[in-house]
């Protein structure tokens, strides 16, 4: 029996490396939700709930995920064995509707805390347990320019940290983007894999348009063209077009999942923890893809450490992800606020062989860049 002693939610706020350009945001910084949980033994938990660019690209923002996570979630927690991660994850489901990031966060606290407390990573908490010490790692290049981001991929390269290429479009004319996505095919060739996110911002007739176009440029993945609401949308372009579609917004864990294998409507799935409602719930996303013979890609809401090797914790287990991963948030980032940085190298991210998440919270740096004790002054008109 375990149970809740203390507990805190931070909002914290890191600039980026650059401009991160997407088709509804530009980040300057990332706003990340920490939650810390100590429960009667003194074992601590740490998780994290991010998500991009405010309430642009989801229905959560930092501050509601704090909120939900304060003010709704904690206080049934008080009345758990918290050391039930299931059971209380439960209880939490019957008393909060909805709200995927902030439970994905807490989640990953109590898994933390289960780890620590039974001697073993959250990999083997999960499904069937770890099935690889380390994971692809995707690179998105998203500066806006055409230039700079084949500068960004050759780098990229040379220093073996990637070879995966996600290219963030939609927000300029299909041509133009296309265009520029033929660039960086000719320019990388066959040493790189290059993708593209659409982040739903095309009409089907867009959508039809620009995925022709894109096969034919050598692009390998196209991922949520159209709105992830459109599933008989995605499933005509699935079934019609060359280049493989990737459902990203449209998967908010095992039921949506189940809706778009049913209807055909994607090739691949990206897995996201945070979009699933939670470790547990992303891997039931997984199997549901597998089962369903769609690929499996390793997704990102550009989560700091916490968050990104939570995620990795479970992709850990899949036996395929013919796709690899984009975990690369931290690298995102100017600063990461762990202890020890996530290891990086060869194009790969390596797990942590340690009990829980393997990581530690840099109490220093949250000191810095929480929003609350630390105000961070952002560039004016640059908002996220
Ligand atoms: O997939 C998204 O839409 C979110 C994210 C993942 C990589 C990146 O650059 O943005
Ligand atoms: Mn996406």
């Given at each position: 029996m375990a149970t809740?002693?203390?507990?805190?939610?931070?909002?914290?706020?890191?600039?980026?490396?650059?401009?991160?350009?997407?088709?509804?945001?530009?980040?300057?910084?990332?706003?990340?939700?920490?939650?810390?949980?100590?429960?009667?033994?003194g074992v601590e938990g740490i998780g994290e709930g991010t998500t991009i660019g405010g309430l642009s690209y989801g229905e959560e923002s930092p501050e509601s995920i704090k909120s939900a996570i304060d003010t709704y979630i904690i206080p049934v927690l008080q009345t758990c064995d918290i050391a039930q991660v299931g059971a209380?994850?439960?209880?939490?489901?019957?008393?909060?509707?909805?709200?995927?990031?902030?439970?994905?966060?807490?989640?990953?606290?109590?898994?933390?805390?289960?780890?620590?407390?039974?001697?073993?990573?959250?990999?083997?908490?999960?499904?069937?347990?770890?099935?690889?010490?380390?994971?692809?790692i995707a690179w998105t290049l998203a500066s806006g320019d055409t230039a700079r981001d084949i500068a960004e991929g050759e780098e990229m390269l040379d220093r073996r940290r990637h070879r995966i290429f996600k290219l963030k479009i939609g927000k300029r004319e299909?041509?133009?983007?296309?265009?520029?996505?033929?660039?960086?095919?000719?320019?990388?060739?066959?040493?790189?894999?290059?993708?593209?996110?659409?982040?739903?911002?095309?009409?089907?007739?867009?959508?039809?348009?620009?995925?022709?176009?894109?096969?034919?440029?050598?692009?390998?993945?196209?991922?949520?063209?159209?709105?992830?609401?459109?599933?008989?949308?995605?499933a005509r372009l699935s079934q019609s077009q060359p280049v493989a579609l990737m459902a990203d917004e449209a998967l908010h864990g095992p039921r949506s999942a189940m809706r778009i294998a049913s209807a055909h409507a994607a090739g691949v799935f990206a897995l996201k923890i945070a979009q699933s409602g939670g470790l547990f719930a992303a891997a039931e996303v997984a199997a549901i893809g597998a089962a369903s013979g769609i690929g499996l890609y390793g997704g990102t809401m550009l989560e700091g450490g916490i968050g990104t090797i939570a995620s990795a914790h479970v992709f850990a287990t899949l036996p395929e992800l013919a796709w690899g991963t984009e975990l690369f948030g931290p690298l995102l980032q100017t600063e990461e606020i762990l202890t020890e940085p996530l290891a990086y190298g060869d194009f790969s991210l390596n797990l942590p062989k340690g009990p829980g998440l393997g990581v530690t919270l840099d109490l220093g740096k949250l000191a810095r860049f929480r929003r609350d004790a630390a105000p961070v002054l952002h560039p004016v008109g640059a908002g996220v």
């Open positions: 809740l002693d203390l507990s805190d939610t931070y909002i914290v706020d890191v600039p980026t490396i650059r401009p991160h350009v997407l088709a509804m945001a530009t980040m300057h910084y990332q706003s990340m939700v920490i939650v810390r949980l100590i429960d009667s033994d209380t994850m439960a209880k939490v489901a019957k008393c909060v509707r909805g709200n995927h990031f902030a439970k994905c966060a807490v989640e990953t606290a109590l898994l933390d805390m289960a780890g620590k407390r039974l001697g073993v990573p959250v990999s083997e908490l999960i499904g069937g347990g770890r099935r690889r010490e380390s994971l692809p299909v041509r133009e983007d296309v265009a520029h996505v033929g660039a960086i095919c000719k320019a990388l060739g066959n040493r790189a894999s290059v993708r593209v996110d659409v982040n739903q911002n095309w009409s089907e007739a867009q959508a039809k348009l620009g995925m022709a176009m894109l096969h034919d440029v050598g692009c390998e993945l196209v991922e949520q063209p159209i709105a992830g609401d459109d599933i008989a949308a995605m």
